[in-house]
């Protein structure tokens, strides 16, 4: 089976450019968080789907970054204007019910 | 909020011996579930163990176990005969039965040989 995948693996761009990330959770996972995670700390939620709609969006800088999931399956988080602030690894996971989460392996942006 | 706490920001352990790492949380939840989950530096974050708060039984994978302490809040996760490729930071979490996933700041593990 496949696991959850993220892409761009690294993406490097200047500041105030805009960035776009897409996340494929696994199949029947109705849960899809997206994490990021600044060097040597935890991930901190952005946002977290449950199907299509947006459950928990309270730490995501709406005057910034939007998500979207659409149909309830892919994911895609976007910045525009991207700050030297915004870099970090993003992370994406899903879960079904019951189940732990289950991580991609995370897109790395450097924004410069 | 729920907040989870992880207090050694590194910690170092020779090769096959035994290192305990450390977590506490708060929440006013009486059901929920707490993992360990380890991060190598290719960053894909692999689930190391879980424990559901209704089960008295500490859990148990393989050479990784914790002691679950729910009326302290605490949840270590002791790792028995090290091994190199156990290096990795590794994070507890915290999650309701609401799908919320918090996790701590993590705890940097180096296995030395």
């Known amino acids: 089976e496949a696991g959850v995948v993220q892409s761009p693996r690294y993406k490097i761009i200047e500041k105030k450019q805009p960035v776009a990330f897409w996340c494929n959770p696994i199949s029947g996972h109705n849960t899809l968080y997206w994490y990021r995670q600044n060097l040597g700390q935890g991930p901190e939620l952005l946002i977290r789907y449950e199907n299509e709609e947006a459950v928990d969006d309270s730490q995501l800088p709406k005057d910034r970054f939007s998500a979207e999931r659409l149909k309830g399956v892919d994911s895609t988080l976007k910045i525009q204007p991207a700050e030297l602030g915004d870099s970090a690894v993003y992370l994406c996971?899903?879960?079904?019910?019951?189940?732990?989460?289950?991580f991609g392996q995370g897109t790395r942006l450097t924004v410069v | 909020a729920q907040t989870v706490t992880q207090s050694q920001p590194e910690m170092s352990v020779q090769e096959a011996e035994t290192v305990t790492l450390s977590c506490t949380y708060d929440t006013s939840e009486n059901n929920y579930y707490l993992f360990w989950y380890k991060q190598p530096p290719s960053r894909q974050m692999i689930l190391v163990i879980r424990?559901?708060?209704?089960?008295?039984q500490n859990a148990t994978e393989n050479r990784f176990s914790v002691n679950f302490q729910k009326a302290a809040k605490s949840f270590s996760l002791k790792i028995s005969d090290s091994q190199l490729g156990d290096t990795a930071m590794y994070f507890c979490?915290?999650?309701?039965?609401?799908?919320?996933?918090?996790f701590g700041a993590g705890t940097i593990l180096r296995v030395k040989s």
């Open positions: 424990q559901e708060a209704y089960k008295q």
């Open positions: 979490a915290f999650m309701e039965y609401g799908n919320k996933l918090v």
């Open positions: 996971a899903s879960k079904a019910r019951n189940t732990e989460a289950f």
